[in-house]
């Protein structure tokens, strides 16, 4: 008896004998982790078989977030909260948090707050990115909110729209700023150079001048340095305010309850023959005063292919208001902005633009019909100077005659454009009845830009001119002027197809 009772305290004190040891390696295993950079003690901890429970006890992963935003009370941690300038939580942001060369990163939650876990005590630099789409939240409403501040007739901006305003990131809001915006909706460019879709600010930077945050500022920033004592302990408050750039409309949209406005299109009544040249001009017939608008045009890539733009009668419209990156698939996207808001508006009747187009084959007027796309990030809609309304936009067909190319001349000069639609070289031929001195002949392009200009003394009869320098003009629509002195003897148009 005395034997086995012998025998189990032995058993005994060696089983305690060798939980005294693994306590006092662990003990010791654990104060040499704590000396290891972050990443790599994590690492540790996660091959040991021991490990994960140890980490989901004590040590969680400061690269993955706390769903709940709800640190863990027995370690330090280091915490804040994403949001627009309206308050509204900013998802889907990756924090990254580097002390020395140790980094880690995390996903913002829906909540808007970021947590990271088991943090040693040191200096560290907090400092969010977005990787999201430059699109997100931008319309033509923002360019015309930054068109009027440019021009005086709206000062209310907070300095975080002003930033936002600032797309080129030259630490002032002009006109450049409005065309790179222009750009980027239109789907000319992808991208702003050196400029990031998001900016964030810490909550507590304050401004030098909240009416011009650029006054004096030499970079913005955009980073956290933050010191975590050498005690268990929450450093919450590391805030940061995120602003998307060019979108200085907010996330609340104007209301949405205008009457719709159309613009009519008016296609050919007859029926169009393969290879015939077709120009389609939108006039608007809308009852308010619009002062900016955009619209993706849908037509049948199958039945027409497009050949380019032109301006109508309505002020500010140039080749830049127009994006052909999608003509394969049938879409022109437009954008347009009244120079001057307040003087310059589009008014009912007025041609906004002409697009050109050659028939494939034989068209109807249906076949020939445009329509706007209402699924399109260019949703169809116009807004007032006061842009506290959104218009949707309808377009609707109306057939008329066709009149064939126009050409207004006196009885004393013919001109015409031989062939049109012409191809690389365009030749046009006169004819005089009678000499014409000082003579002066214009080529425009679509918008009324100069492209060819000749000086002409003509004597009686035909004189064919060749323009070589056509073969650099982009195909579309032009149009030719003669005059002598102030008096307009010749003007007509034609298409280049190449």
């Not at 909540?111 to 931008?138: Q, V, W």
Request: charged share 15%; glycine share 6%; proline share 8%.
């Amino acid at each position: 008896m005395q034997h086995f009772i012998f025998k189990f305290l032995k058993n005994e004190f060696f089983i305690l004998k060798y939980c005294f040891r693994f306590w006092s390696s662990l003990s010791h295993f654990t104060s040499r982790l704590s000396a290891l950079p972050l990443h790599v003690a994590l690492i540790l901890l996660s091959v040991l078989p021991w490990g994960s429970s140890l980490m989901a006890q004590k040590t969680p992963n400061s690269s993955v977030h706390s769903t709940k935003g709800v640190p863990n009370p027995h370690f330090p941690c280091i915490r804040g909260t994403i949001t627009t300038p309206n308050g509204l939580e900013m998802p889907d942001v990756t924090v990254m948090i580097t002390q020395e060369a140790d980094t880690c990163e995390q996903i913002v939650p829906v909540n808007g707050l970021y947590t990271f876990e088991a943090c040693m005590a040191g200096n560290y630099t907090i400092t969010p990115h977005s990787k999201r789409n430059f699109l997100d939240g931008l319309t033509v409403l923002d360019l015309l909110l930054i068109r009027k501040y440019t021009l005086g007739l709206f000062a209310s901006f907070s300095p975080y729209a002003l930033l936002a305003a600032d797309a080129n990131r030259s630490n002032n809001v002009n006109t450049l700023d409005v065309l790179a915006l222009r750009r980027l909706l239109l789907g000319i460019d992808q991208k702003i150079p050196h400029t990031h879709p998001w900016r964030f600010v810490p909550k507590n930077y304050v401004f030098p001048d909240v009416n011009y945050p650029f006054e004096g500022l030499t970079s913005l920033p955009e980073s956290i340095t933050a010191t975590l004592p050498p005690c268990d302990t929450i450093l919450a408050g590391q805030d940061f305010i995120a602003i998307k750039t060019g979108d200085v409309s907010g996330p609340v949209p104007p209301c949405q309850g205008g009457q719709p406005q159309a613009f009519a299109v008016l296609v050919p009544a007859s029926v169009v023959q393969a290879g015939t040249p077709v120009s389609l001009p939108l006039r608007f017939e809308g009852q308010v005063l619009v002062t900016a608008l955009q619209a993706a045009i849908r037509f049948d890539p199958a039945a027409l292919e497009f050949i380019g733009p032109s301006t109508g009668n309505a002020e500010g419209l140039t080749p830049d208001c127009f994006g052909l990156t999608d003509l394969s698939r049938g879409i022109v996207r437009l954008i347009w902005l009244a120079p001057d808001p307040a003087e310059a508006p589009l008014r009912a009747g007025q041609l906004l633009c002409r697009l050109h187009f050659k028939a494939k084959r034989p068209l109807t007027a249906a076949e020939m019909a445009l329509r706007f796309d209402e699924t399109d990030r260019l949703r169809p809609e116009a807004y007032p100077l006061a842009a506290d309304v959104a218009y949707p936009l309808s377009l609707q067909s109306t057939a008329v005659e066709e009149r064939g190319p126009s050409e207004a001349h006196t009885v004393g000069l013919s001109v015409e454009c031989r062939p049109n639609p012409a191809g690389e070289m365009v030749t046009l031929w006169l004819q005089a009845r009678q000499p014409v001195q000082g003579g002066r002949l214009f080529i425009l392009d679509g918008f009324g830009r100069r492209v060819a200009y000749r000086e002409l003394n003509l004597e009686t009869g035909a004189l064919e001119i060749q323009f070589e320098e056509a073969v650099s003009w982009s195909p579309g629509f032009y149009t030719w002027v003669f005059l002598q002195g102030s008096e307009r003897l010749s003007e007509g148009n034609f298409i280049k197809t190449q």
